[in-house]
Every structure is written in C-alpha cells, then in structure tokens.
C-alpha cells in the first residue's frame, strides 16, 4: 500500500519562503512523484513533478522560477522549495506519485496523501 505523508505546509507573507516535504513507504521511485494543490472553489492544479529518475522535472507555468521540486532517493522524501510566495499560491498541498512517469507530466497521479496547507498573505 502506497502511503504519502506531506508536511511543512504554514502560513507566510508574500515573498516569503516555504518547504514542502513528503515521506513516501510502500512506492518506490521507479516511477515518478510530484505535488498538486487545491484551493477552495477552484479545480485541483498540478504543480510539479520529478520523473526519470529525478533527472527531468515540470512545472506549472503559474510557478516557473520560483518552485523547485527534489527527492531523495535515500530517505524516500521529496521536496517542494517554494520562494517568492504570491497570496494566489494558497491552497492545500499534496504529495502524489504515480508508477508511469508520463502521467506524471500530465500531472496525473494515481495515489496521493492528506494535505498541507499553505497559506500566503499580501
């Protein structure tokens, strides 16, 4: 069983910084990970993803520059540094992974866990 664990989510003032972390057991990286978030009244939205190997990576046009997606392999964690924060980057936060890297480009994960919330203010 696929088990994600998100956390580091919190709430900072525009600008400011975050880093997401996700503990992953019972999946392993042969496949691809990234993060997608939701915010209340809006349609869930892929954010990153990291595939190949960690090797290739994509991200949304909305966090190009200023979102860098990581894992590490030995440790089983994956990261989401996120800088220059906009109020518009406010949503729930979740880790997912998929086995088929390619739906992962699609930011189209088969499993995901509990969320973190970030919260951005101007």
């Known amino acids: 069983e696929v088990e994600l664990v998100a956390s580091g989510g919190g709430s900072v003032q525009a600008g400011g910084s975050l880093r997401l972390s996700c503990t992953a057991s019972g999946y392993t990286y042969n496949g691809c990970m990234g993060w997608f978030r939701q915010a209340p009244g809006k349609e869930r939205e892929g954010v990153a993803a990291v595939y190949n190997g960690g090797r290739s990576t994509r991200y949304a046009d909305s966090v190009k520059g200023r979102f860098t997606i990581s894992q590490d392999n030995a440790n089983d964690t994956l990261y989401l540094q996120m800088n220059s924060l906009k109020p518009e980057d406010t949503a729930m936060y979740y880790c997912?992974?998929?086995?088929?890297?390619?739906?992962?480009?699609?930011?189209?994960?088969?499993?995901w866990g509990q969320g973190t919330q970030v919260t951005v203010s101007s």
């Open positions: 997912a992974a998929d086995t088929r890297w390619f739906r992962c480009v699609a930011f189209a994960f088969s499993y």
